[in-house]
């Protein structure tokens, strides 16, 4: 009886053990189940705010780099307009410089004129005051080219020319001039009674042609009455 007793016990006690066994394995599967869950879920969420953060973070990304281009394309607008507005005001300095370089030479040429300027009372007739020669005075310039013959017609380049040439020696302006004379001289040679539209000045003037540069002035006679 007791051998059988103790055959059951042992029997009981194993069952027990073995159900133990069958507990704590399905526990752990569970626990292992609810563990996975929690890292899939978890990997989910985290993982979905990750790309989310990844998104804004290179949607900004891209806003900023589109700023910083816009500023650096308004900077290179704003150095291009710069380099306009320099490049404006030098050539407008140069032209400044060229017209003032242009001016100080003119007023050094009629300084030059006006020192080598030889005056003398009276001339080749009564009504003449007085005699102006100046070595200084230059040919015009002329349009004509070839051989030339003096052409006194008011139509003409050439009386144009020879007009222009007594103005520059009498400094009467063309529009200011009443001419009471233009006529031959000799060879390429001219003579010219002019006075101011007032005539308060009154000039006989000289002028000799220069192959290829035009009418020269010789001899101004300052006059004092037009006969």
Known sequence: MKGNEQSSRESRLGKREKRKKTNIILNSLIALVVLLIIVVSAKIFFGGNNDEELQAEEQTASENEIKE???????????????????????KEDEEKAAEKEEDEEA?????EEDEKVVTEGGSSPDVEKTIENPAWKPVGTSQSGEHTAVYDQ?????????????YATEVDQSNMTVWFLGNNGPNKSVGTISTKDQSEKYRVYIDWVDGQ???PVKVEVLNEIN
């Not at 290179?76 to 404006?88: R, T």
């Not at 050094?108 to 030059?112: G, I, L, P, R, T």
């Not at 139509?155 to 103005?167: C, F, G, P, R, T």
């Open 69 to 91: 281009n816009e500023k650096n394309t308004d900077k290179q607008a704003s150095d291009s307009e710069q380099e306009k507005e320099e490049e404006i005001e030098k050539a």
């Open 214 to 216: 035009g009418w020269k």
């Open 108 to 112: 050094e040429d009629e300084s030059k």
């Open 155 to 167: 139509n003409a380049v050439d009386w144009q020319e020879m007009l222009q040439a007594i103005s």
